[in-house]
């Protein structure tokens, strides 16, 4: 609800909570599957990559990066230039807003996988996967929050 408030576009339709159930769109993959995400701190895969370069924990003003280079999604024909901007764009505004929310309840982002697709008849780009405690590494203080426990507190 809070990305379609503010007008990013998504494969989702409603949601029971209470029921565990959510309706979506059908959407198609870039590709076989193309995760965009949007850093933060430096932990994870970006430190045992950088690590030569980065600290552990080092902020990152919302790095994004894709599973497969600019180059080669282009090349390859998976994205267009124009279509690379677009994802990076609204990895970078999806992810601000999602650090907005935990930042009102004392929980830091580090880091956040967004997945997207085409919808529609237009085909137009859109967020087409779940943002949960699932897909990103949050903080409370020092103390990693553990999946569950973050999908709680984000649900308080």
């Known amino acids: 609800e809070v990305l379609k408030e503010n007008h990013i ?3 989702y339709v409603d949601a029971n909570l209470m ?13 076989k ?10 932990v994870g895969s970006f430190l045992r990559r950088y690590g030569l370069y980065a600290e552990a924990g080092q902020p990152l003003d919302g790095f994004v990066e894709f599973t497969l280079k600019e180059d080669a999604l282009v090349m390859l024909g998976i994205l267009t230039a124009a279509e690379y901007k677009t994802l990076k764009d609204l990895t970078v505004k999806v992810s601000h807003l999602v650090k907005a929310v935990l930042r009102t309840k004392g929980i830091e982002l580090y880091d956040i996988k967004l997945e997207f697709g085409r919808i529609g008849a237009d085909q137009s780009i859109a967020v087409i996967d779940e943002i949960s405690g ?6 409370q203080g020092d103390k990693y929050l553990e999946p569950l426990v973050l999908e709680k507190l984000i649900l308080e």
């Open 33 to 42: 599957g193309l995760e965009v995400i949007c850093r933060y701190r430096a």
């Open 19 to 31: 029921e565990g159930t959510m309706t979506v769109q059908p959407a198609k993959l870039f590709g």
């Open 9 to 11: 576009p998504t494969h």
């Open 134 to 139: 699932g897909n990103m590494r949050a903080y």
